[in-house]
């Protein structure tokens, strides 16, 4: 898409996706067309209403998991229904409608590929970087996506170069402390190696390790 183009003529190579923005404003998201970010926050609470609804969906609803292809129009019907069409649902159901809207008019995007899971372990318990131009992602409970920032990381050592060792011990990274996590509630934008001039440096990233009994719930909002 020509609004996703990021011009990076005369960026000194050290600068490119070294910085994490983070606010309190959904706006502050738009801050993921700066040349020099992969991951945007917002840094937001759950209400009480919203936590409530989510732990009880998370206890009935253990291995529950939709992917979709929606309209930001048309949404909230087919999210609605997919979480149980329940009065009870409507709050979680419009807060996921307006993400979804505010996805799209970020990206000007006519329909947006989205995905809600519950999980009992890690989806992709090994660092890597996706494929796509932008994800948004926002965890509903349970722990949340860690990250590594830009100039910490040896990309050397992803995927087969790891041969074969923990993210911890293949030198991926220099030590523990490097591990970034957001935290439940944020709605966060991850800069991906699709992105127009950003090849080399998507955000490096995993899904967190649970504990035994712990469930979460994710959302991922994907570009078409």
Known sequence: MSSLA??????SPSLIASRFIEGD???DLSDIYEEDCNIVAWRRDLTPEIQAIV???LVANRGFQVSMTLSPQDAFAPIHQALGGSEIMAPLSEDITELVDMFCCLFDLGKVGLRLTVLDKAMCPRFHVDKVLCRLVTTYQGSATEWLPHNVVDREKLGHGSEGKPDEQSGLFPKLGDIQQLTVGDVALLKGEGWEGNEGAGLVHRSPSLSAGEGRLLLTLDIT
């Open 55 to 57: 732990n009880d969906f």
């Open 25 to 27: 404003k959904p706006t």
């Open 6 to 11: 990021i011009n990076r003529d005369e960026i």
